[in-house]
């Protein structure tokens, strides 16, 4: 890594010509690790397109080669046609036989040109007919129709050991020499450590991640690789009728193709770049109605100019150590293998394509939805910075701002794991680097591997370059490296001798989770090739049951957590002085267990306080019919599906059976020097597991598709060119909605003028809902019209930003909780209904929580009273002190305390309709004077909001300077939501109607 003195030295060596500088790799180039990586590519890839490199006389193959056949105007093969380039050090290497280590500065470099090999072979052969006796003519001319229409560029491997376990910085250079850019449209970088697309098949290599064989070189022995070519590329309408433009009748099915032509999608930005130039801008036009029930005051509202923006999700690169390789790394080491192909001629894997072009359909890969899933983007996520913000200004206002870095650190435990926990990590096994593991700071989420020298002085200078690399980290929220590498959680010593749940319950919540080797990660199968990830990254892929029990899901859902402003003298209601006890002495044990692992300190700060379960989706589904034999469902069974179904319909699949990597094995085309066929074969695997990952959230997804140039995201998948992942996500979650999540139910009746509904809800979920965080709200609304389709009455009608309206039109006063009426102590608030009998009452499914002060709060650690919790709860939820649950769970106190964070709280626990897994209210409908009742259609539809108008008021107003909450308030106030699942500001779920005979 660089330090001051070196980067100094470096600035001063860039600025000098490229010549006088101290060689440190082959062609006089620095080494990869020597410049920050824009300043490296300056120096490099002008020497690769000005091929300084043929004027030092590298040797090269013999002549221009294939990858793969060439068939009806279509290549099958890995690259275009190549011909390569050799560093001294790597012909070398070759000559003693590939054993040992390919020095530091070698470079293998791949020119390529559309293929097939044969135009320019049998062009060169023309030439030299031509001119016999001029090679250097024959060498311009060709180089000249190498070069025609941009059609020559390259691909570069320069070896540097102390980059990454691999050793390899991969560079693809056009022409023009064009520079990486990380501003919007965000495409994948040219050059970059470890580049995930191309160890994809070089991790395959029996050595040192090359291919490379003298029978491929000039003056050795023996012949390169031949693949099939037909005539179907002898179309060039540049030459006269002749071997290069044969006409149609002698060309191979009359000059049609088996498929569209297939741009190179794995070694050529462009594809990608124009995918994402072609995309939508962010939306600028605000809604009207939104700024009116959210009035831009207070220094809330910025311009477009001064939104703070995430750095682009291609700067989310963190390669395995050289030497020992840490635990973790980011998802773009993972995408090359597990992010799927989109169709001929690369392949289909974990694709299902209903187009006839590469990328057109569904990418399925493991990479391709965990990207676009709310674990996916939990380190973007534009709602859980605004909400940290608002903490930090409430532990302020109270004096005790000092919290603040406490609770940052905990809360991203889970939304920025890797980050937070490969800090603590590394501050530990090396203390004399002085890095601080307790205070992960909001700002370190900007911060990226500086590009330039100048970024660089500048990271130094403030601080921040010792830190860039686990912002790079916490950015991709819950990845690959997370859930692969969580452990059971273990008892420790002198503690009681819980049972399973109870250990888990006592130990393993909260984000603080036991991690196996760094040098393991764990998945569900037992007979994988293993090779290939061990070359790539010193990584063995091993078998592991807990990757299916939902107990891992349970580390970041179920959250325990202080409320920093209830007496400490007493229990938090409802519970008891042993209970309480419970919940504080499992944040004791947490906060042990990470000083003892990891030295470090920051939960302590918050042990002082009265605890209790903050989210509790785990323990729902722990107190729910599935969590029991004959019945059971894990979280992996509803939130990684085994089925595909697409919106409209046309595709349907009970189950998936597909290959879970795409690596350089037996089934492409035939390479030098492929480890054994037994190290690179993939089976298909039946049973596919989905790694969707997605509930009821679609605003955040919506946000972050609207608004990539803010928030960093690019719209096109790097392996399979889809431009349809955030749109997947959203459809995945409309079929949950509609599908999976509750029935609904509805009769009518008639009594003179009035019209009684009885809607009764079924909850299908193994949780409450909704569930989650406690300010999501589900609620019903129910209309009456008229046969000609005039609104006659309505219960939970709202208006284009979501709010809640009565029969005026205006906000109910109990929308925003914080109407207090005058002579009254509390805000209004919508109680938990039996019965329903004006149009300004509504049936509203939520958690409502007040701070000390009895004001209504959606902070996280002011949530001292719940005067209500009708959350539908799952089937099957048991009472603690009940016969039924003492033969589930036995006597434990412990797990009594934890159930009873998953039962009703206000009216809901005396409504006697309201029961485990549903609910019945009965709605009196008044008809205006006159109407008959008599063909009345009453309409009952049940809608979910993730984000609901009191949470973003609170949002708004706490921290209205706060530039994640500025950020917040600008996308959602632009927020386009007419003909998207979240029309309305509402996600729509079931609905039932019927008619009044």
Same mark, same amino acid.
């Given at each position: 890594m660089l330090r001051h003195g070196l980067a100094a030295t470096l600035s001063l060596v860039l600025a000098a010509p490229l010549a006088a500088q101290t060689p440190t790799g082959a062609g006089g180039l620095p080494l990869p690790s020597a410049l920050p990586l824009l300043d490296y590519e300056r120096a490099l890839y002008p020497f690769i397109a000005d091929r300084e490199f043929a004027d030092l006389d590298w040797t090269r193959d013999k002549s221009w080669r294939d990858t793969g056949p060439f068939v009806l105007s279509t290549s099958y093969g890995v690259h275009p046609a190549v011909r390569i380039y050799y560093s001294p050090e790597v012909l070398a290497w070759l000559e003693a036989g590939r054993t040992g280590a390919i020095p530091d500065g070698a470079m293998v470099v791949k020119e390529m040109v559309t293929p097939p090999s044969a135009r320019y072979n049998e062009y060169r052969a023309m030439l030299e007919h031509l001119n016999p006796d001029d090679p250097e003519k024959v060498e311009e001319e060709m180089l000249a129709y190498l070069r025609k229409d941009d059609n020559l560029n390259w691909t570069v491997m320069v070896k540097d050991s102390s980059l990454s376990h691999g050793g390899w910085f991969f560079a693809s250079v056009n022409q023009g020499a064009t520079l990486d850019s990380f501003e919007p449209p965000y495409t994948p970088p040219t050059g970059q450590v470890a580049a995930g697309t191309c160890m994809r098949c070089h991790a395959s290599a029996a050595e040192e991640l090359i291919f490379s064989a003298l029978s491929n070189v000039e003056g050795y022995p023996g012949e390169p690789l031949i693949f099939r070519v037909d005539e179907s590329w002898r179309n060039l309408s540049e030459f006269p009728t002749g071997p290069f433009n044969l006409p149609?009748?002698?060309?191979?099915?009359?000059?049609?193709?088996?498929?569209?032509?297939?741009?190179?999608?794995?070694?050529?930005?462009?594809?990608?770049?124009?995918?994402?130039?072609?995309?939508?801008?962010?939306?600028?036009?605000?809604?009207?109605?939104?700024?009116?029930?959210?009035?831009?005051?207070?220094?809330?509202?910025?311009?477009?100019?001064?939104?703070?923006?995430?750095?682009?999700?291609?700067?989310?690169?963190?390669?395995?150590?050289?030497?020992?390789?840490?635990?973790?790394?980011?998802?773009?080491?993972?995408?090359?293998?597990?992010?799927?192909?989109?169709?001929?001629?690369?392949?289909?894997?974990?694709?299902?394509?209903?187009?006839?072009?590469?990328?057109?359909?569904?990418?399925?890969?493991?990479?391709?939805?965990?990207?676009?899933?709310?674990?996916?983007?939990?380190?973007?996520?534009?709602?859980?910075?605004?909400?940290?913000?608002?903490?930090?200004?409430?532990?302020?206002?109270?004096?005790?701002?000092?919290?603040?870095?406490?609770?940052?650190?905990?809360?991203?435990?889970?939304?920025?794991?890797?980050?937070?926990?490969?800090?603590?990590?590394?501050?530990?096994?090396?203390?004399?680097?002085?890095?601080?593991?307790?205070?992960?700071?909001?700002?370190?989420?900007l911060l990226h591997d500086p590009l330039t020298l100048d970024e660089l002085d500048k990271q130094i200078a403030d601080g921040t370059y010792d830190y860039h690399e686990y912002g790079n980290l916490a950015r991709e929220g819950i990845s690959c490296a997370v859930c692969h590498h969580i452990a059971p959680p273990e008892r420790a010593e002198g503690q009681p001798e819980y049972n399973t749940l109870d250990t888990y319950l006592m130990n393993g919540t909260t984000g603080v989770f036991r991690l196996n080797p760094a040098d393991e990660l764990q998945g569900p199968f037992a007979d994988v090739?293993?090779?290939?990830?061990?070359?790539?990254?010193?990584?063995?892929?091993?078998?592991?049951?807990?990757?299916?029990?939902?107990?891992?899901?349970?580390?970041?859902?179920?959250?325990?957590?202080?409320?920093?402003?209830?007496?400490?003298?007493?229990?938090?209601?409802?519970?008891?002085?042993?209970?309480?006890?419970?919940?504080?002495?499992?944040?004791?044990?947490?906060?042990?267990?990470?000083?003892?692992?990891?030295?470090?300190?920051?939960?302590?700060?918050?042990?002082?306080?009265?605890?209790?379960?903050?989210?509790?989706?785990?323990?729902?589904?722990?107190?729910?019919?599935?969590?029991?034999?004959?019945?059971?469902?894990?979280?992996?069974?509803?939130?990684?599906?085994?089925?595909?179904?697409?919106?409209?319909?046309?595709?349907?699949?009970?189950?998936?059976?597909?290959?879970?990597? &795409?690596?350089?094995?037996?089934?492409?085309?035939?390479?030098?020097?492929?480890?054994?066929?037994?190290?690179?074969?993939?089976?298909?695997?039946?049973?596919?597991?989905?790694?969707?990952?997605?509930?009821?959230?679609?605003?955040?997804?919506?946000?972050?598709?609207?608004?990539?140039?803010?928030?960093?995201?690019?719209?096109?998948?790097?392996?399979? &060119?889809?431009?349809?992942?955030?749109?997947?996500?959203?459809?995945?979650?409309?079929?949950?909605?509609?599908?999976?999540?509750?029935?609904?139910?509805?009769?009518?009746?008639?009594?003179?003028?009035?019209?009684?509904?009885?809607?009764?809800?079924?909850?299908?979920?193994?949780?409450?809902?909704?569930?989650?965080?406690?300010?999501?709200?589900?609620?019903l609304e129910v209309r009456a019209e008229a046969a000609d389709g005039s609104l006659l009455w309505c219960s939970g009608c709202s208006n284009d930003a979501g709010v809640i309206v009565g029969p005026d039109g205006q906000p109910l006063l109990t929308e925003f909780l914080d109407h207090v009426p005058e002579g009254a102590t509390e805000a209004l608030y919508q109680p938990h209904h039996e019965v329903i009998t004006d149009q300004t009452q509504v049936q509203i499914y939520e958690e409502l929580s007040q701070n000390a002060e009895r004001v209504f709060t959606s902070s996280f650690v002011h949530r001292d009273f719940h005067p209500k919790d009708n959350r539908l709860t799952p089937h099957g939820t048991l009472t603690p002190g009940t016969p039924d649950f003492a033969a589930k769970f036995g006597d434990s106190a412990v797990t009594a305390a934890f159930m009873k964070a998953t039962l009703p709280e206000g009216g809901a626990a005396t409504d006697p309709d309201f029961r485990p897994g549903s609910d019945v209210t009965r709605y009196q409908i008044a008809l205006p004077d006159g109407t008959d009742p008599s063909g009345v259609t009453v309409t009952a539809t049940l809608y979910s909001q993730a984000i609901p108008p009191y949470y973003l008021k609170q949002r708004f107003e706490t921290a209205p300077n706060g530039p994640a909450t500025q950020r917040l308030y600008y996308l959602a106030s632009r927020l386009k939501t007419g003909g998207t699942l979240i029309e309305g500001w509402k996600l729509r779920t079931v609905a039932a109607s019927a008619t009044v005979d």
């Amino acid at each position: 890594m660089l330090r001051h003195g070196l980067a100094a030295t470096l600035s001063l060596v860039l600025a000098a010509p490229l010549a006088a500088q101290t060689p440190t790799g082959a062609g006089g180039l620095p080494l990869p690790s020597a410049l920050p990586l824009l300043d490296y590519e300056r120096a490099l890839y002008p020497f690769i397109a000005d091929r300084e490199f043929a004027d030092l006389d590298w040797t090269r193959d013999k002549s221009w080669r294939d990858t793969g056949p060439f068939v009806l105007s279509t290549s099958y093969g890995v690259h275009p046609a190549v011909r390569i380039y050799y560093s001294p050090e790597v012909l070398a290497w070759l000559e003693a036989g590939r054993t040992g280590a390919i020095p530091d500065g070698a470079m293998v470099v791949k020119e390529m040109v559309t293929p097939p090999s044969a135009r320019y072979n049998e062009y060169r052969a023309m030439l030299e007919h031509l001119n016999p006796d001029d090679p250097e003519k024959v060498e311009e001319e060709m180089l000249a129709y190498l070069r025609k229409d941009d059609n020559l560029n390259w691909t570069v491997m320069v070896k540097d050991s102390s980059l990454s376990h691999g050793g390899w910085f991969f560079a693809s250079v056009n022409q023009g020499a064009t520079l990486d850019s990380f501003e919007p449209p965000y495409t994948p970088p040219t050059g970059q450590v470890a580049a995930g697309t191309c160890m994809r098949c070089h991790a395959s290599a029996a050595e040192e991640l090359i291919f490379s064989a003298l029978s491929n070189v000039e003056g050795y022995p023996g012949e390169p690789l031949i693949f099939r070519v037909d005539e179907s590329w002898r179309n060039l309408s540049e030459f006269p009728t002749g071997p290069f433009n044969l006409p149609p009748w002698q060309r191979p099915a009359m000059g049609e193709t088996e498929a569209q032509l297939i741009e190179d999608y794995f070694h050529d930005a462009n594809p990608l770049a124009d995918s994402d130039l072609k995309a939508k801008a962010s939306p600028e036009p605000v809604n009207p109605v939104f700024t009116e029930m959210f009035p831009p005051t207070g220094g809330i509202d910025v311009s477009a100019d001064l939104v703070q923006r995430l750095p682009s999700q291609w700067l989310d690169h963190v390669a395995a150590r050289p030497n020992d390789t840490q635990h973790f790394l980011t998802s773009d080491n993972c995408l090359g293998c597990h992010g799927g192909l989109g169709g001929p001629p690369y392949g289909t894997t974990m694709f299902l394509q209903d187009g006839p072009d590469y990328g057109d359909g569904y990418n399925i890969s493991e990479y391709g939805e965990w990207r676009w899933s709310p674990m996916g983007l939990a380190g973007r996520d534009p709602i859980f910075f605004a909400q940290l913000e608002s903490e930090f200004a409430l532990l302020e206002q109270a004096g005790t701002p000092e919290l603040s870095s406490n609770l940052g650190t905990t809360c991203l435990s889970c939304h920025g794991a890797m980050g937070q926990r490969q800090l603590q990590i590394d501050a530990h096994a090396a203390p004399e680097k002085g890095l601080d593991p307790n205070d992960f700071k909001l700002s370190y989420t900007l911060l990226h591997d500086p590009l330039t020298l100048d970024e660089l002085d500048k990271q130094i200078a403030d601080g921040t370059y010792d830190y860039h690399e686990y912002g790079n980290l916490a950015r991709e929220g819950i990845s690959c490296a997370v859930c692969h590498h969580i452990a059971p959680p273990e008892r420790a010593e002198g503690q009681p001798e819980y049972n399973t749940l109870d250990t888990y319950l006592m130990n393993g919540t909260t984000g603080v989770f036991r991690l196996n080797p760094a040098d393991e990660l764990q998945g569900p199968f037992a007979d994988v090739a293993v090779k290939p990830m061990q070359n790539a990254m010193g990584i063995t892929p091993v078998q592991s049951d807990y990757i299916t029990d939902s107990q891992l899901c349970g580390a970041c859902h179920t959250i325990n957590l202080p409320n920093v402003d209830a007496p400490t003298d007493r229990p938090l209601e409802p519970y008891t002085e042993a209970e309480q006890k419970v919940f504080n002495d499992a944040a004791r044990n947490g906060a042990a267990f990470l000083n003892a692992e990891y030295g470090v300190t920051f939960p302590e700060g918050l042990l002082d306080f009265q605890h209790s379960v903050e989210q509790a989706t785990y323990l729902e589904w722990v107190n729910s019919i599935y969590n029991e034999d004959g019945t059971a469902q894990s979280c992996q069974d509803c939130h990684m599906k085994g089925n595909f179904e697409s919106v409209d319909g046309k595709i349907k699949l009970d189950s998936l059976t597909t290959q879970i990597a &795409s690596i350089q094995d037996a089934t492409l085309p035939e390479v030098e020097n492929l480890l054994p066929t037994e190290d690179v074969t993939v089976p298909f695997r039946e049973g596919y597991k989905r790694h969707n990952f997605v509930g009821l959230n679609a605003f955040m997804i919506e946000m972050i598709r609207q608004f990539p140039t803010e928030m960093g995201m690019s719209r096109t998948d790097p392996m399979t &060119s889809a431009t349809n992942g955030a749109q997947l996500s959203l459809d995945t979650m409309e079929l949950q909605a509609r599908n999976e999540t509750a029935e609904i139910a509805l009769t009518v009746s008639r009594t003179g003028a009035q019209v009684t509904a009885e809607v009764s809800l079924t909850n299908k979920t193994g949780h409450r809902l909704p569930s989650g965080v406690g300010f999501r709200r589900a609620f019903l609304e129910v209309r009456a019209e008229a046969a000609d389709g005039s609104l006659l009455w309505c219960s939970g009608c709202s208006n284009d930003a979501g709010v809640i309206v009565g029969p005026d039109g205006q906000p109910l006063l109990t929308e925003f909780l914080d109407h207090v009426p005058e002579g009254a102590t509390e805000a209004l608030y919508q109680p938990h209904h039996e019965v329903i009998t004006d149009q300004t009452q509504v049936q509203i499914y939520e958690e409502l929580s007040q701070n000390a002060e009895r004001v209504f709060t959606s902070s996280f650690v002011h949530r001292d009273f719940h005067p209500k919790d009708n959350r539908l709860t799952p089937h099957g939820t048991l009472t603690p002190g009940t016969p039924d649950f003492a033969a589930k769970f036995g006597d434990s106190a412990v797990t009594a305390a934890f159930m009873k964070a998953t039962l009703p709280e206000g009216g809901a626990a005396t409504d006697p309709d309201f029961r485990p897994g549903s609910d019945v209210t009965r709605y009196q409908i008044a008809l205006p004077d006159g109407t008959d009742p008599s063909g009345v259609t009453v309409t009952a539809t049940l809608y979910s909001q993730a984000i609901p108008p009191y949470y973003l008021k609170q949002r708004f107003e706490t921290a209205p300077n706060g530039p994640a909450t500025q950020r917040l308030y600008y996308l959602a106030s632009r927020l386009k939501t007419g003909g998207t699942l979240i029309e309305g500001w509402k996600l729509r779920t079931v609905a039932a109607s019927a008619t009044v005979d």
